[in-house]
């Protein structure tokens, strides 16, 4: 049976007088690997920064597992951010800590391992990313994929059941790209992580993409939604059609 872990009803996010999107409603469930879409200015990091509580609705409900995330106090959303991860579109790595140092924090900072226990798991997670031998290494010793992969690496620290990327793929090669899809859909199929995913790359889209929404900046609203590849084929509009073609199929 399919299980909600995010619901999304009636949203309006603005900045002041300026109407980002309003009447946002969508569902995301278990195991999904969820796209945010659409075109620059649509509101795609906008929608991120609302669903890790770091951008404030005007109204609305994110509920996740069923708490209600948009209105939880300060204590709350902490409690229920440590069943999420992050991975930040550029990384966002502590330049000067080693890869293991960086996975580690955010279990210094809320798990209750023993500094050896913690030591062990920052170790497994940097290996689960395929980054084995890799724990002393600094950032600036390693090349962009490696970055992106210990980024990830941290997101998993905790075993969230939601994980949310900001443009993952992003400034990498399509060898390396390819590599962090794989490795994207192997963590959601091997661990059930719930994947909620913000980016424009058309390959990655189609290739790990099981549920998606396209966020319109004229409508401010979501005009079309579902597989991705299901999208493709029968687009609802044509500026999904232009945007899933990028403009070779009209």
């Known amino acids: 049976m399919t299980k909600e872990i995010i619901n999304v009803k009636n949203l309006r996010v603005a900045y002041g007088d300026f109407v980002l999107f309003d009447d946002i409603n969508f569902t995301v469930n278990e195991k ?3 796209i945010i879409m659409g075109a620059s200015g649509c509101g795609k990091s906008s929608m991120l920064r609302v669903l ?17 995330f948009a209105q939880a106090t300060p204590e709350q959303k902490i409690d229920i951010m440590k069943g999420c991860g992050v991975m930040y579109q550029g990384g966002a790595l502590f330049s000067s800590m080693t890869l293991k140092e960086n996975v580690a924090m955010p279990l210094d900072l809320y798990s209750n391992y023993s500094p050896k226990e913690i030591d062990e798991i920052a170790s497994y997670k940097l290996a689960l990313t395929g980054l084995h031998g890799f724990d002393d290494f600094y950032p600036s010793e390693i090349s962009g994929g490696m970055k992106k992969r210990a980024a990830l690496a941290r997101a998993l620290a905790l075993d969230p059941k939601i994980l949310y990327c900001d443009e993952p793929s992003a400034g990498l090669d399509p060898i390396s790209s390819k590599r962090l899809d794989d490795l994207i859909q192997e963590l959601n199929q091997s661990l059930g992580t719930t ?9 990655s889209i189609f290739n790990i993409g099981t549920n998606s929404i396209y966020l319109d900046n004229k409508t401010k609203n979501i005009t079309g939604r579902g597989n991705p590849n299901d999208l493709l084929k029968n687009p609802p509009n044509d500026n999904i059609r232009e945007f899933l ?3 070779t199929n009209k």
Do not use: C, S
């Open 52 to 68: 890790t509580g770091l951008v404030t609705p005007v109204r609305g409900q994110v509920l996740i597992d069923g708490e209600d």
């Open 245 to 247: 073609t990028r403009g």
């Open 32 to 34: 999904d690997v969820f």
């Open 195 to 203: 994947f909620v995913i913000v980016t424009h790359e058309l390959q």
